[in-house]
């Protein structure tokens, strides 16, 4: 092979190797992950985690959802507004800035004079404290507790029952200690939707 040759093979070579790369890497090794986990059983994980209603994608267990009206939980609060177009991640402000202090506080006061709690109520931290991803589907179990009272009393459900509705949605560690109890607030909502649809409380 002569010098001047040289050079194009090593373009060819490395041609070949960015073509078979991306074909192996984009589609081949994603197409066999796909065709094992839902060979395992584990489709719905695999493809999202979504929510289908009559037939419809409604929403993802793993992708929050701005549910404001006063008769659902409320979500984490979100530096985007729950609005993918927006992009994704958490608010730029420190939590040292008077900016942040200012929003923590009035939100914090928001949450009390709309939860119908009594006075001295302390609202949860992870009830004012932003998303990092601000798409976070998840809850601490105390800030839906805090939410009871307002729930209840737009929603005309008894406080008793939603509590049951939130243990059924309160996911545990795993064996005892891996991981954290938390409620996912889409999939808290989303049955609380069809409850109040199907007792004509909204339609």
């Known amino acids: 092979m002569s010098e001047r040759e040289k050079p194009v093979s090593h373009v060819r070579a490395a041609l070949v190797l960015v073509v078979l790369f991306f074909a192996l890497l984009g589609f081949g090794y994603p197409g066999f992950v796909a065709v094992v986990v839902h060979g395992i059983g584990l489709g719905y994980q695999a493809d999202g985690s979504l929510i289908t209603q009559n037939g419809t994608v409604i929403a993802s267990q793993f992708i929050g959802e701005n549910f404001s009206s006063p008769y659902y939980f ?16 958490g608010s730029a402000l420190g939590i040292m800035t008077q900016q942040f202090y200012n929003q923590t506080k009035n939100y914090t006061e928001y949450l009390i004079s709309t939860g119908r709690v009594s006075n001295g109520t302390l609202v949860p931290a992870n009830g004012v404290e932003p998303s990092g991803s601000s798409f976070d589907p998840d809850i601490t179990v105390g800030f839906a507790l805090f939410q009871l009272s307002r729930v209840a009393y737009y929603s005309h459900l008894n406080v ?21 109890t938390y409620v996912n607030v889409v999939t808290l909502d989303i049955a609380l939707h069809r409850i109040l649809v199907g007792n004509g409380t909204i339609s």
């Open 74 to 89: 409320w979500p984490r609060v979100s530096a985007v507004g729950y609005n993918s177009s927006n992009g994704s991640g």
């Open 160 to 180: 008793s029952y939603l509590k049951q509705l939130v243990d059924r949605y309160t996911t545990h560690p795993y064996l005892g200690f891996i991981g954290s």
